[in-house]
């Protein structure tokens, strides 16, 4: 009788090691996911410090609370003439901060160029900032970017203008549409994942661009919010919303201004639709311009599932600094 | 093979299939909120 009790102990001891030792390795596996870095991503994030260069905060440019820009100067002081990187931060207008981004801007400083994150006045359900207002910011803090820099004794000649998301958005809006009026010339763009242009039919993601009352209701919402703009139902159903987005799609500006690119995708990007995407691809490509583009066909927003591509990415964007920054 | 190296190789596999698991369960949650696949691209 006892040895059976003592059997039924110790086969109860050993399912319960194994639960706890099952439950310890999920629990590692899942963390890992998050805390190990792929050895390429180490060398694009790097950490600040003063050996890198020095860092000016919350510069402002406008008279709105988030109208502030940083400024990384790098330690080599002694050039004539410097290439400036601005990195706009992701959040999707309407969250993030350009201290999200600062591994990124240590890396282009450490690279030698000024490089500067700039906040914008994100959207709230309490103000009535768009992504035609939030672009607007960012053409106005770029002369005083460059005029900051100046001052400090960096003089800048070429810029180069990048982002994540909508930051990527925000910076295709600003090297297409407004390059031209840029005080410097831009000489390439870069980033990953921004629409780039707002066509009903490429939004299904959203429930837009479908032929029914509340697809065209959906559209007219969420194409007001970005564009600043009342769009109707009506207006999405005759197409003449178009005038009203035209301002904040980039895609509609690349033969005008074309300006060498490099973006990175995901084709199954549930956040920014990959077929808006394509009408960015169509446009550079049509404009005969230099870009380079990656597709990363297992990976959505994130681009959390294609290492080797990112990787790839990200040494044609260090290649394109080297061509045309310098 | 003794009892206690049978043991041995059940618990390796198990923490194993746990730690393959809960990495894949991190890319269905980074999926579903951002989309993706399960399977493809990084091994895991």
Same mark, same amino acid.
């Given at each position: ?12 001891? *050993? ?6 030792? !099952? ?25 600040? *410090? ?23 100067? #790098? ?109 410097? #010339? ?10 780039? *242009? ?7 993601? !959203? ?50 201004? #074309? ?68 | ?44």
């Amino acid at each position: 009788m006892n040895k059976v009790k003592s059997g039924k102990k110790v086969r109860a001891v *050993s399912v319960g090691v194994g639960i706890l030792a !099952f439950l310890l390795a999920f629990g590692a596996g899942a963390v890992s996911k998050f805390a190990i870095q792929p050895g390429w991503a180490k060398e694009y994030s790097v950490k600040w *410090s003063d050996e890198i260069g020095t860092l000016k905060e919350d510069l402002p440019y406008g008279d709105g609370e988030a109208n502030k820009f940083d400024l990384y100067l #790098p330690k080599d002081s002694g050039k004539s003439r410097y290439g400036l990187a601005v990195y706009l931060h992701a959040g999707g207008f309407t969250s993030g901060d350009k201290s999200g981004d600062r591994e990124m801007l240590a890396w282009l400083c450490s690279k030698g160029y000024v490089a500067a994150g700039i906040n914008y006045t994100l959207r709230t359900d309490t103000n009535t900032a768009s992504v035609l207002s939030q672009s607007e910011e960012i053409k106005a803090a770029i002369p005083k970017v460059i005029e900051a820099a100046a001052k400090e004794g960096y003089p800048i000649d070429k810029m180069t203008v990048a982002g994540g998301s909508a930051g990527h958005a925000l910076a295709m809006i600003y090297a297409y549409r407004d390059g031209k009026d840029a005080p410097v #010339p831009v000489v390439f763009t870069f980033g990953a994942v921004g629409p780039s *242009s707002f066509v009903a039919e490429d939004w299904g993601i !959203f429930g837009v661009g479908l032929d029914s009352e509340e697809s065209r209701a959906a559209g007219a919402v969420l194409f007001s919010v970005m564009s600043g703009q009342e769009i109707t139902p009506e207006e999405m159903a005759d197409g003449s919303y178009l005038s009203k987005v035209h301002a904040i799609s980039a895609a509609d500006y690349v033969a005008e201004n #074309p300006v060498p690119a490099v973006v990175a995708y995901g084709a199954c990007d549930k956040v920014q639709p990959f077929l808006a995407f394509k009408r960015l691809e169509a446009a550079l490509q049509e404009s005969g311009v230099d870009y380079q583009y990656f597709v990363m066909e297992h990976s959505g927003h994130g681009l959390q599932n294609d290492n080797r591509v990112y990787a790839a990415y990200m040494k044609t964007v260090e290649a394109y600094l080297e061509k045309y920054m310098g | 093979m003794t009892l206690t190296t049978k043991r041995i190789l059940i618990l390796s596999a198990i923490v194993l299939i746990g730690f393959v698991l809960g990495r894949l369960a991190v890319r269905a949650l980074m999926n579903l909120l951002l989309g993706g696949t399960l399977f493809g691209g990084n091994i895991l």
